[in-house]
């Protein structure tokens, strides 16, 4: 269909000294690391805000968030913004952007769909609870040398690990 | 100069521009590459994240050392040991079975991919259950609390350097783990194999 190729990805320890460069600049200008998942617990507490106020309100997780107003009144709001003007760039200059609903070899359009409705249901759970995200817990906790992201990083390979025994015959 | 500032939005937008591109650029915003993470298949995933890390906190100590920063002013997470298992198996299991994890699919939805948004639906689904949930787990959340900002160093008594040290030889050894693994399977999923 497209006859200029996709470029290929770059050498992941050139990713990755970029990418850790990327957080210890952030740790400099601003005292903390990246994250990803707070934008989407701030969403929740928006979109709530709006449909049903009174939940929100009642809600001991949820409450404390109200205080601090709109989404954008928040870093993370303003980092993931950044996020997707990187990867929108990023991908545009190496003819890598495509639309579409990625899945495995023998996966259908419809399981693919609910496998991701569910891994983000999983996610959506475990990283409040984790107090973090892979990024926010693991890159970020990791780059200070905390226990915490330790402790997240083991956990999350492990069982990605074992679930993957299940799921990588849909996905390969 | 003395470190960290109080940088304001631009400083953040900067930041998180970067950190976009960086995942795009190593593949992963592809849940085909992030799921062969845990197939062993493909080790991007390891080792871009363990390479950031080793690169951030060796770059971080070296200010410090040198004056420039103050460690103690930085974020450091507190471990709360089953809540920070559990949240992570989950992300775990959420990844091997959706295909992102929360920033990935951020990155997926802007490379194109729109399955990244039923993740995105699926995330404020969970998070709602949290919050429904928050007050029945709240012993749980609170479970096996570690002193405050707790690090490797402070838990187990050496410097700093040596951690540093033992951490890059970890990434050393999981890179050429993940060589073998790769080189048996055909090499790490490539940006054209994806594009077709």
């Known amino acids: 269909m497209n006859d200029r190729q996709a470029r290929e990805f770059w050498p992941p320890l050139a990713a990755g000294i970029g990418l ?11 005292g903390h690391g990246l994250g990803a998942n707070g934008f989407f617990t701030r969403l929740v507490v928006w979109l709530g805000d709006m449909a049903h106020p009174a939940w929100v309100d009642a809600n001991a997780y949820l409450k404390p968030y109200l205080s601090k107003g709109h ?102 | 100069m003395n470190f960290p500032m109080d940088g304001g939005i631009l400083a953040v ?4 521009f970067l950190f976009g591109y960086f995942l795009e650029v190593s593949g992963l915003g592809s849940p085909r590459k992030l799921t062969a993470q845990f197939t062993l298949r493909d080790w991007t995933v390891f080792k871009v994240m363990f390479t950031a890390i080793v690169v951030a906190a060796t770059g971080l100590w070296l200010f410090d050392v ?27 299991a959420g990844m091997a079975i959706g295909g992102y994890c929360p920033g990935t699919s951020v990155v997926g939805l802007f490379t194109g991919r729109l ?36 690090t490797l160093a402070g838990l187990t008594g050496l410097p700093s350097w040596l ?16 060589a073998w693994f790769e080189h048996r399977r055909g090499g790490m999923i490539s940006a054209t194999e994806l594009s077709k």
């Open chain 1, 20 to 30: 850790g460069l990327t957080l210890m600049g952030m740790f400099l200008m601003t």
């Open chain 2, 13 to 16: 937008l900067v930041a998180g």
């Open chain 2, 66 to 92: 040198v004056g420039m920063l103050r460690l103690d002013a930085l974020k450091i997470p507190t471990p709360f040991f089953w809540a920070m298992a559990v949240g992570g198996a989950l992300l775990g």
């Open chain 1, 71 to 172: 989404p954008l009144n928040e870093w993370i709001s303003w980092e993931i913004a950044g996020v997707s003007m990187g990867a929108l760039v990023g991908s545009l200059t190496a003819r890598r952007f495509q639309w579409k609903i990625e899945r495995g070899a023998h996966m259908g359009m419809g399981t693919r769909l609910a496998l991701a409705l569910g891994g983000g249901v999983l996610t959506g759970f475990g990283a409040p609870l984790a107090r973090g995200c892979t990024s926010g817990l693991g890159l970020s906790g990791g780059a200070t040398l905390a226990v915490a992201a330790f402790v997240f990083l083991i956990s999350f390979f492990a069982a990605g690990l074992l679930l993957s025994a299940l799921t990588r015959r849909v996905w390969q």
């Open chain 2, 115 to 150: 399955d990244a948004l039923f993740f995105m639906v699926g995330m404020l689904i969970g998070t709602m259950v949290f919050a429904e949930s928050f007050d029945a787990l709240q012993g749980f959340y609170l479970a096996a609390q570690g002193p405050k900002g707790l």
């Open chain 2, 163 to 178: 951690i540093l040290v033992l951490l890059a030889a970890l990434a050393e050894a999981g890179f050429r783990l993940g």
